[in-house]
């Protein structure tokens, strides 16, 4: 089993930059996908960033080019990096990792970020 531990959200004002951070713990060897997912009151959960353990990264169209995802294998960590943030990325947004070999993803708690206008 996996563990993810998110932290780095918070409140900020529009244009302003936030940075996530997960952190994997447990059977970490088998992830090959990490990334982050959001989900807004009201709206289902939707993917905002991904990256392969080689490096390979995808973007929602409406983050592009303001937000950055990393990885860091040897601490087991994905980060988000989201600049000139918008109201409308408010979210709670939650961390995730899928494995090599299939079978469900793991999810982490979430952790909110709230952007005023």
């Known amino acids: 089993q996996v563990q993810l531990v998110e932290s780095g959200g918070g409140l900020v004002q529009a244009g302003g930059s936030l940075r996530l951070s997960c952190a994997a713990s447990?059977?970490?060897?088998?992830?090959?996908?990490m990334g982050w997912y959001r989900q807004a009151p009201g709206k289902q959960r939707e993917l905002v960033a991904t990256?392969?353990?080689?490096?390979?990264?995808n973007y929602a169209d409406s983050v592009k080019g303001r937000f950055t995802i990393s990885r860091d294998n040897a601490k087991n960590s994905v980060y988000l990096q989201m600049n000139s943030l918008k109201p409308e990325d408010t979210a709670v947004y939650y961390c995730?990792?899928?494995?090599?070999?299939?079978?469900?993803?793991?999810w982490g708690q979430g952790t909110q970020v709230t952007v005023s206008s």
């Open positions: 995730y990792a899928a494995y090599s070999l299939g079978g469900f993803p793991s």
């Open positions: 990256a392969t353990r080689a490096g390979s990264a």
């Open positions: 447990g059977t970490t060897f088998s992830i090959n996908v």
